[in-house]
């Protein structure tokens, strides 16, 4: 079992920057495939985001590649998704997952563990 804990939503205008945490508790976070996924309001989640156990392996749903980064600490148990260059389009519910495997999943049935997710809102 983990437990995550996102933070570091909020309001940013468009062009800026934001960087969310997500903290997990639990044991053996590095056993643990990460990956970000968005809701925004009348529309499925979707992948945004994900890192191998090692976080040498990241992958990105094409609208993020170039603006986002998703990285680890694994020393502190924590995963980041920077956030750069953001427009209203990124506006959504931001949630962390968690999955207990090797194999790095792109949906959301692929993660066994999730946060309770932190709001995200650009302005144009």
């Known amino acids: 079992q983990v437990q995550l804990v996102e933070s570091g939503g909020g309001l940013v205008q468009a062009g800026g920057s934001l960087r969310l945490s997500c903290a997990a508790s639990g044991r053996m976070f590095d056993n643990y495939v990460m990956g970000w996924f968005r809701q925004a309001p009348g529309k499925e989640r979707e992948f945004v985001a994900a890192i191998s156990r090692g976080g040498t392996t990241t992958y990105y749903t094409d609208s993020v590649k170039g603006r986002f980064t998703i990285s680890r600490d694994n020393a502190k148990d924590t995963v980041y998704l920077q956030m750069n260059s953001l427009n209203a389009e990124d506006t959504a519910v931001y949630y962390c997952?968690?999955?207990?495997?090797?194999?790095?999943?792109?949906?959301?049935?692929?993660?066994?563990?999730w946060g309770q997710g932190t709001q995200v809102t650009v302005s144009s």
């Open positions: 997952a968690a999955d207990f495997s090797i194999e790095v999943y792109t949906t959301a049935n692929g993660y066994d563990f």
